[in-house]
């Protein structure tokens, strides 16, 4: 638990999720609420997990199969695929220009995830 400095049990797959969807490395879990002290803790890949999420994701792929969508439902998710690969790069844009904030000595948050 965060009081322990640890990631909550609850959010570690959601964040080794991303990291596997994104292809990072790293990811910063980052834990506010007012009057408590910010809590930043950074989460490296967890490939055994990730090799479950993935297959857990086939599986549930799998089960959907005999429930193939029509002709419509295929182009509505063709094109929310479309868009999730077109912001693609602006996320890692974004990422990139955090990266150069913070290694300019912005916010000063990252020595409190160590």
Known sequence: ??????????????CQGGLWISEREWIDFVCYWPGMPLFI??????????????????TFYEILRPHE??????????????????????????????DQYLAAGG???AARSK
Do not use: C, F, T
Request: aromatic letters at 4%.
């Open 107 to 109: 916010w000063r948050l």
């Open 41 to 58: 803790k950074r989460a490296y890949r967890d490939e055994a997990l990730i090799r479950k999420l993935s297959e857990r994701v086939k």
């Open 69 to 98: 969508p029509s002709a419509g439902d295929r182009s509505m998710i063709s094109n929310h695929l479309s868009l999730v690969e077109a912001l693609r790069p602006a996320s890692d844009e974004l990422a990139a220009a955090v």
């Open 1 to 14: 638990m965060i009081l322990s400095g640890e990631i909550p049990k609850e959010h570690v797959a959601q």
